[in-house]
């Protein structure tokens, strides 16, 4: 086929797919108003995509994996080895190592930041910290259904050693106060 054939046909295949994806937004839209209308808690505006949450969560660290792979194809097919396609390699082995590793980093820092808030705004008190913990744990989409089961756990097993501690030290002050 030639150019002129390839732009005909992507020219016909963008105005089938324009009409479709308005006709689909649309729809989108009018059963967002409908369920807005039944509770308006509901909000007029549609929740993300999952696929537009992945993109905003991982879109930057994918672009760099997929620019890392490109500099380290690059430098690796230039025949004769040169400074730049060493370069090329390294810059390309760097951003596969490095970028997992900084936006691990990233999610670790703000986890800190998260447990610094908590500490700075409830003092030291088992009950706040215990009640923040749970907090951040139920908003964290990073933990997977084992962990959050595991430390909604140890939350429950803390919880119930805590408030245990408290009937023997209620008991044990009663017991001396209504010793004879």
Not at 13 to 38: C, D, G, K, N, S
Not at 134 to 163: F, G, N, Y
Not at 169 to 176: K, N, R
Request: with cysteine; aromatic share 4%.
């Amino acid at each position: 086929m030639t150019l002129a054939n390839w732009i005909a046909v992507a020219g016909i295949a963008v105005a089938v797919v324009v009409p479709l994806v308005v006709a689909y937004l649309h729809r989108r839209q009018m059963r967002q108003i409908e369920a807005f209308r039944i509770e308006p808690s509901a909000g007029l505006l549609p929740p993300p995509h999952p696929v537009s949450l992945f993109l905003k969560r991982y879109g930057t660290l994918l672009w760099v994996e997929v620019w890392s792979i490109a500099m380290l194809v690059f430098g690796l097919l230039k025949s004769p080895p040169t400074r730049l396609g060493v370069l090329e390699i390294g810059l390309g082995c760097a951003g596969l190592i490095g970028a997992p590793a900084l936006h691990l980093i990233g999610r670790l820092v703000g986890l800190a930041e998260m447990s610094m808030i908590v500490f700075e705004e409830n003092g030291r008190s088992t009950d706040s910290i215990l009640t923040r913990l749970l907090i951040m744990v139920q908003l964290s989409k990073d933990i997977s259904p084992t962990m959050r089961k595991t430390i909604d756990e140890m939350l429950a097993a803390l919880r119930e050693k805590r408030d245990g501690k408290k009937q023997r030290s209620d008991v044990d002050s009663t017991s001396l106060v209504l010793k004879p």
